[in-house]
């Protein structure tokens, strides 16, 4: 009997707020280009004054996986922690319109956090340089972790951001021995490199002792194992990981499994806005993996719907993803 959900993540709830900048703006803003700056909610209304038009829409790096899962079919629910305040309903009512369970109870109206947002500003380039006021889902605590939910999960998939909150580590561990008590697996996203900087050793405990499955990029790795090799890192989490997924950008993904390397390749893209392209890959990954495909055909698909996101604004799909997956040949 299959359980109620195929994947539940775990992260940050935030909204993005994704503009055009050139780069002089980031530079006469203090903005440091192409990376995430963790933000005061003072700062974020300061950035969001001086930008020009913007699109909101729910975001947070594992909400954007869900999403993406969800919208391919996939049984998906996700925890992360908004207020009960203007974004706090768009981020609920978007994610639960891409079709994934979205349960958690709000912070009250009166929290002194509100609902986190990141300031997403994209470059000439197609660069992105994010600004993120994490708001109330720094405040996720292991009493938002609904045990049952875990337990009905395939997989629980953590986002290397919540690492950055006082309580997120006893959420993450809560979630594991729930989800991998009922015969669940656990899957980690590094999310970014100064994440990484921040919390290695918290993640290296985490990695060895719980995590079946790792997503990465090659600058995420690099800094996990303290190497610029990327053979040599990609080797030292496969000692330690069933699977490691690497993405390389327009070079696509290596799989490390079962002691075999595996490459799948990127098609060429325009790129517009390098928002979630990891996200997406997951999530291309994660339906490959759930519907029996072999590792290069995930790894493939995985390419194939962080493509359709870099080609356009913002992180979620405007094509139907399967559609191109048929289109590529891999359905």
């Known amino acids: 009997m299959s359980k109620k959900y195929q994947v539940v ?103 002194a956090a509100e609902t986190g947002r990141c300031m997403v500003m994209v470059s000439p380039d197609g660069e992105r340089s994010m600004n993120t006021y994490l708001g109330v889902s720094e405040f996720l605590t292991p009493d938002d972790i609904d045990e049952a939910m875990m337990a009905e999960a395939d997989w629980i998939y953590l986002e290397g951001y919540r690492f950055d909150g006082p309580d997120s580590h006893a959420a993450f561990a809560k979630a594991i021995a729930a989800c991998r008590g009922a015969g669940g697996k656990v899957s980690l996203t590094l999310s970014d490199p100064f994440c990484v900087e921040r919390h290695r050793d918290a993640f290296r405990v985490m990695i060895r002792a719980h995590v079946d499955l790792l997503f990465c990029n090659e600058h995420e790795l690099r800094a996990m194992y303290q190497d610029e090799d990327l053979s040599v890192v990609l080797r030292l989490a496969a000692a330690e990981v069933e699977t490691v997924v690497c993405t390389v950008g327009a070079g696509g993904a290596y799989i490390w499994r079962d002691g075999a390397e595996t490459h799948a390749p990127a098609d060429p893209v325009q790129l517009v806005d390098a928002t979630g392209a990891g996200d997406l890959f997951a999530a291309g990954f994660f339906y490959g993996e759930l519907n029996g495909y072999n590792t290069f055909t995930a790894g493939r698909m995985g390419c194939v719907a962080a493509g359709e996101i870099i080609s356009h604004i913002g992180a979620r799909p405007q094509a139907d993803l399967k559609s191109l997956f048929a289109k590529h040949g891999l359905l």
């Open 9 to 111: 993540g775990i992260g940050n709830a935030v909204v993005d707020v994704l503009s055009h900048v050139e780069d002089v703006f980031l530079a006469e803003n203090g903005i440091e280009k192409g990376i995430m700056t963790l933000i005061d909610l003072e700062r974020a209304a300061q950035i969001y004054a001086k930008t020009g038009p913007s699109t909101e829409v729910s975001g947070g790096s594992a909400g954007n996986t869900i999403a993406g899962l969800a919208q391919m079919g996939g049984r998906t629910a996700y925890v992360g922690k908004v207020r009960d305040d203007q974004l706090g309903a768009i981020y609920a009512h978007d994610l639960r319109a891409q079709g994934a369970d979205y349960e958690v109870p709000m912070a009250p109206a009166d929290h």
